[in-house]
């Protein structure tokens, strides 16, 4: 049994009604060629807030200020990696530069979807965290037996 969780901090870039997600490129056949939200670990003394940041520029290309970043839900997930983990979401209607796929080797596409008609092959730990931001619900957990 692992002893730790993990902390990842999940980015929802909202434009017009619709959501970016990328499509995963994993070795892992669980995940892979599955749509997900532009999302990371928090480095070793990293705020959630700078993660998210970083995470959005590293594999999205755009640069969000932490001001910008609403945190929307909350998930206390097992079951989707070796560890479990807390995943934080934030909402983001505000950045600068135009979404590019920046991490290839890791993302094959990305595309832009209606929250309201997301794709039915979304990893289900980012489905449950737009999902919980759609209902206005704050916390969730989800593996948990």
Known sequence: MA?????DAHVLLVRDG?????RRRDPDPRF????HLPSGKLDAGESVLDAAAREALEEVGVV???????????????????????GLYFEARRWSGEPV??????CSELRWF???????????YS?????????????GV???G
């Open 142 to 144: 989800l593996g948990w």
């Open 114 to 124: 209606a929250v309201a008609a997301l794709p039915e092959d979304m990893i289900t």
């Open 64 to 86: 969000i200020d932490r001001e910008a970043l609403r945190h929307v839900y909350t998930v206390h997930a097992n079951g989707f990696g070796v560890e479990p983990r807390l």
């Open 101 to 106: 796929n920046r991490e290839p080797e890791k």
């Open 3 to 7: 002893d730790r969780h993990l902390i």
């Open 18 to 22: 619709e959501v970016l997600l990328s």
């Open 32 to 35: 892979d060629g599955l749509w």
């Open 127 to 139: 489905a449950a965290g737009i999902t919980g931001y759609l209902s206005g619900e704050t916390f």
